[in-house]
């Protein structure tokens, strides 16, 4: 019989009848210590099938959970648990934290337990919902995510692992550029960025570095991230005879792009260090002059692919233009002082 042929019933039950209780108990307890996490788990529900019904019991009904996490998304959004309909009682209106973090809990539980079919829309939706309180008002109170006690940058990252554990890099690629161009906030998701949550939370940046092991992944996850921006911000060239946009309109466009440059310049820099230099530097230009970004953080961006290719002077005037905007802002003084750029009036960085 071959190594990896396996016994029929029979046969295991014939070998293992001479066997006395103390071998039996050796042969179980080798075969449970050894064995992976599922097949220890296999072992316990068999010896104790009261605890395993049980922890079956407290796992949450996946579409239960969706639905729920759906209705109280549409809820908040439409103002009813600020008393703007009566959708939601007066009593329920002052437990949306309870709620919230019930629904926070059951979503990763149902990732924890891999049942990506409803956990993952869960959980995404419950991160965009907490990602807006920072700017939209959508309960009495005036930090959500402190009052809540969420770590954020947590909830992206079981959610990430996830995917990447039973999905492949591929897919969590896709998905998470996507989130992360939404959720990403570099002074974190409360309003006042001070308490427990915020000595608990970390950069969306920080997590995803941390994610991507070795060249490829990166280039992998920047021409993911390429495209979602892209997506975010497609290149579209004027059309005859459509209606041109609002002075208003144009406005509110600009303001998005200064805020996704702020909000992604950390990561962004992160690409210029990583891929300069390398097969994949094609990316960089199509990158730092991508129609996603403007403002001073998209001038600095550009005036970092100058540096580091070598083109100090144009480099100098990009930088000369931000730091008429934000003096006194350290990265940029201290990429002034790695490149000899002398200003009057501004000190240098400490």
């Keep these: 019989m071959s190594s990896s042929s396996r016994l029929h019933k029979d046969e295991f039950y014939a070998k293992i009848t001479p066997l006395d209780t103390d071998h039996l108990k050796k042969l179980l307890w080798e075969i449970y210590w050894r ?41 908040a959004r439409s103002g009813a648990y600020m008393g703007g309909t009566r959708a939601v009682s007066r009593s329920e209106r002052s437990k949306w934290r309870v709620t919230f973090r019930k629904l926070f809990k059951e979503a990763a539980l149902l990732l924890t337990h891999t049942d990506m079919e409803y956990g993952a829309p869960a959980m995404e939706e419950l991160i965009d919902l907490a990602s807006e309180t920072k700017d939209f008002t959508y309960f009495h109170s005036e930090d959500p995510v402190a009052a809540m006690r969420i770590v954020i940058s947590d909830q992206a990252q079981l959610l990430w692992r996830t995917y990447l554990a039973h ?130 953080q998209g001038t600095f961006l550009q005036a970092k692919l100058a540096h580091l290719q070598g083109n100090q002077q144009h480099a100098q005037q990009l930088l000369k233009t931000c730091l008429q905007h934000w003096p006194g802002y350290r990265p940029f003084l201290a990429l002034a002082d790695e490149i000899g750029l002398l200003t009057r009036g501004v000190d240098r960085p400490k």
């Design 167 to 296: 999905e492949g890099f591929p897919s969590f690629a896709k998905r998470a550029a996507y989130q992360f161009i939404r959720w990403e906030k570099p002074y974190g998701w409360t309003v006042y960025g001070e308490g427990w949550v915020k000595e608990h939370e970390t950069t969306l940046t920080s997590v995803l570095a941390q994610m991507l092991k070795g060249y490829d992944a990166w280039v992998e996850f920047t021409d993911s991230y390429l495209a979602a921006l892209d997506h975010v911000a497609p290149v579209t060239a004027p059309t005859k005879g459509k209606k041109k946009p609002s002075q208003w309109d144009n406005r509110k466009k600009e303001l998005a792009r200064e805020k996704r440059a702020e909000n992604l310049a950390e990561w962004n820099g992160l690409i210029l260090e990583r891929l300069q230099g390398t097969d994949a530097e094609d990316r960089l230009h199509r990158l730092v002059h991508h129609p996603a970004f403007k403002g001073v």
């Design 35 to 75: 064995g992976g996490k599922d097949l220890r788990g296999r072992i316990e529900a068999l010896l104790d099938p009261e605890k395993s019904k049980k922890r079956a019991e407290e796992l949450p009904d996946g579409d239960e959970t969706l639905q729920d996490v759906l209705a109280f998304v549409a809820l």
